[in-house]
């Protein structure tokens, strides 16, 4: 499996969308089923991805407890939290 492919899906997915949250909460559960199977390179390089955008978002969520940043943030959280996880 192409290593950037995920990582690009996530990362777009990580940032703010101007469409209801509901429509986030969809789509976040299904990119999360996608990237629980994730293995190898693939699944390290969104790891990476994911983190990079919880730090680079970090200070802005601060700022706005409610904003996109926060939302990126929390996106970016869930991301990290799926991946760490042992592989299957």
Same mark, same amino acid.
């Given at each position: ?17 101007a ?10 559960? /299904?990119? /999360? ?17 994911a983190?990079?955008?919880?730090a ?23 991301? /990290? ?8």
């Amino acid at each position: 499996m192409n290593a950037v492919l995920p990582s690009l899906a996530a990362a777009s997915f990580c940032a703010p969308h101007a469409s209801s949250s509901s429509t986030h909460s969809r789509w976040l559960a /299904i990119m /999360i089923d996608y990237l629980e199977g994730l293995k190898g390179a693939g699944r390290t390089k969104t790891l990476q991805d994911a983190e990079k955008l919880l730090a680079e978002s970090a200070d802005a969520a601060e700022a706005d407890a409610e904003g996109p940043a926060a939302q990126k943030s929390e996106r970016a959280s869930q991301v /990290i939290t799926v991946l760490q996880r042992p592989e299957q």
